[in-house]
């Protein structure tokens, strides 16, 4: 199967139109065999934009369990917390060095 792609905001890379996301079964905590079936069946199928954040509960993990092997073949984004404060600046809720944390396999 073959999903056509599009350019990722300002990135230069190009992206599969479709995605998969953290919800679901992805938004658990203790069902990796089921999560890894899920994410393999992604990818298997065209699928090679993967997108996660911390609110969904176990997903980051899963990500990282299921694509030691094929994380080269897939983008992955996980979203961070940010709040606009009074005076007009935003705070980000999550250390730079923690971004690559979550997800790595």
Not at 44 to 54: K, N, P, V
């Amino acid at each position: 199967m073959t999903i056509a792609t599009r350019r990722l905001g300002k990135t230069g890379q190009d992206v599969t139109m479709l995605g998969l996301g953290g919800e679901g079964v992805l938004r658990t905590f203790g069902r990796d065999r089921d999560a890894a079936a899920l994410i393999n069946r992604a990818l298997d199928l065209g699928i090679a934009y993967c997108e996660s954040a911390r609110a969904y509960s176990g997903s980051e993990s899963y990500y990282g369990k299921a694509l030691r092997e094929r994380r080269e073949t897939v983008r992955i984004e996980s979203g961070l917390k940010a709040t606009m404060l009074g005076s007009g600046s935003i705070r980000i809720w999550a250390r730079p060095s923690y971004s690559g944390v979550a997800v790595k396999v």
